[in-house]
């Protein structure tokens, strides 16, 4: 299994360009979020799935949208890319059971807005 | 309420020492307590977890502690080594929007020097 995916590593974007970043995941996971993670602040929410077609806000979703057509995929779009959005994204999955909350993530993305 | 105060913001430990890391939270509402670790340039991984029925587990070197009453959880790594020179984050879990949502802390750098 590769587990979670994401594509591309590293993107450097211009104020008000727009990109999609992509997260797969191969382990039948019917939850997946979407994080970003800034320097001393954590990781903080920005959107989650509990399933093809379902979609939900998390802490921080300003900016952002999601979809989610298939189990496997879940990409996130930034619309008019801002500085605030310079950040290190991460995608992760889990597979939500009773007793079991393990969330499986990916390498990240590392996105600076210029 | 709902956050997780992590504490300390860095740490170095000398190799075969003992690495402490503190949290706090204040919604007696989260039960299930886990410890992720994240090296450079990776994703974070689940390391150890915790229940609040529990006042500790241990897996190895890697032990945490739990205080119900207090509201704080701490990881221990006994023996450290530089292969354990990482970023750990605390998180806290609870069940809102029909997921098992997870707070986490901001994190501590771990510097083990040989």
């Known amino acids: 299994n590769a587990g979670v995916t994401q594509t591309p590593k590293f993107r450097i974007l211009k104020i008000g360009q727009s990109m999609t970043l992509q997260c797969a995941q191969d382990m039948n996971h019917n939850y997946m979020y979407w994080y970003r993670q800034d320097p001393g602040m954590g990781l903080k929410l920005i959107y989650y799935s509990v399933g093809a077609g379902i979609t939900d806000k998390g802490e921080v979703p300003n900016g952002y949208n999601v979809s989610r057509s298939t189990t496997e995929y879940f990409p996130l779009r930034l619309e008019l890319a801002a500085p605030s959005q310079t950040s290190v994204y991460f995608c992760a999955s889990s597979y939500e059971i009773a007793g079991n909350n393990e969330q499986f993530f990916g390498p990240g993305t590392r996105l600076t807005v210029l | 309420q709902q956050q997780v105060k992590q504490s300390p913001q860095s740490l170095i430990v000398q190799k075969g020492g003992i690495s402490i890391i503190n949290c706090a939270y204040e919604?007696?509402?989260?039960?299930?307590f886990p410890w992720y670790q994240q090296f450079p340039g990776k994703g974070p991984a689940l390391l150890i977890a915790?229940?609040?029925?529990?006042s500790e587990k241990k897996e190895g070197r890697f032990t945490i502690s739990f205080n119900k009453s207090a509201k704080q959880f701490s990881l221990h790594i006994m023996d450290s080594q530089p292969g354990d020179s990482a970023t750990y984050f605390c998180a806290a879990s609870l069940l809102s929007g029909g997921y098992n949502k997870l707070i986490f802390g901001a994190g501590t750098r771990l510097a083990v020097h040989p």
């Open positions: 915790i229940r609040p029925d529990v």
């Open positions: 919604n007696t509402a989260f039960d299930y």
